[in-house]
């Protein structure tokens, strides 16, 4: 199996918390966080951010929470406790990014993520590193590795909405933006000079009139749609698309 490296640029997504305007239980909130989890993983989003317009510290606790037991390999989960945010992760999909896609056996040449020694072999490994190469596998000996080298999922930071005034690399997803696939070049060459943040904006709109950046890169990802409005975390699927098949 051929694994994916990080982009080149970085690949970025801002999305607002009242995606989750509607999810009030546990069960929904997971269910479109899985969503949202699986698609940035897809397209190797590098870091995902978010801006709190919702202000529910619940909703953002449990966000917190299932992204990070999601990011994590199956055989570290098993040391996370159950907390009220996690209780419903049984419905998360497996994301099957490169450090999730490992046998039992040791085999030679494979990277591994790890924590406190724990790489999901049978033993621990008496070593401080988060990243180990397997260099032989009977008997088995390992190298410590500085990094992972493949891509393995994206960072989560939350921002203030006047936090992407510093962002130089804008491209927002709107209904009355142009036509993405007549300026190919043009996004090309943002990326290659800054890389690219998709902003994705709120479910109630206006996000046009609340920035003062990135008026330039306005693309509409879904022209001529059939239905009267397109959901966050589908804009955020269809645009992801789009540029993954743009930027190569």
């Given amino acids: 199996m051929i694994f994916p490296f990080p982009r080149r640029k ?24 899985s969503f949202i989890v699986r698609t940035l993983s897809i397209f190797r989003v590098s870091s995902l ?20 037991y999601a990011l994590l390999p199956p055989y570290l989960k098993k040391k996370i406790p159950l907390k009220p945010t996690l209780k419903k992760v049984g419905l998360l999909n497996p994301i099957n990014i490169p450090s999730h896609m490992v046998e039992k056996e040791a085999i030679e040449g494979e990277y591994r993520v790890g924590e406190n020694g724990n790489f999901g072999l049978k033993s621990k490994i008496s070593t401080r590193a988060n990243s180990i190469l397997i260099i032989n596998s009977n008997p088995l000996k390992v190298k410590p590795y500085d990094f992972f080298p493949y891509y393995n999922g994206f960072k989560t930071k939350f921002i203030e909405l006047d936090q992407i005034s510093s962002f130089d690399n804008i491209i927002i997803g709107s209904r009355s933006g142009k036509n993405p696939f007549e300026e190919i070049s043009k996004i090309k060459e943002l990326y290659e000079k800054h890389g690219i943040t998709l902003l994705i904006g709120p479910p109630q709109g206006g996000v046009l009139k609340n920035i003062n950046v990135g008026k330039e890169y306005v693309y509409n990802f879904v022209p001529n749609q059939g239905v009267r409005d397109v959901r966050a975390e589908e804009a955020l699927l269809i645009s992801l698309s789009i540029l993954n098949y743009i930027l190569g």
Avoid at 11 to 33: A, C, G, M, P
Wanted: no cysteine; proline share 2%.
């Fill in 49 to 68: 951010y978010f801006i709190d317009d919702l202000k529910d510290p619940k909703i953002k606790r449990a966000v917190i929470d299932i992204i990070n």
């Fill in 10 to 33: 970085e690949l970025n997504v801002i999305l607002f918390t009242s995606i989750f305007y509607t999810d009030r239980s546990l069960t929904e909130i997971t269910l479109k966080t």
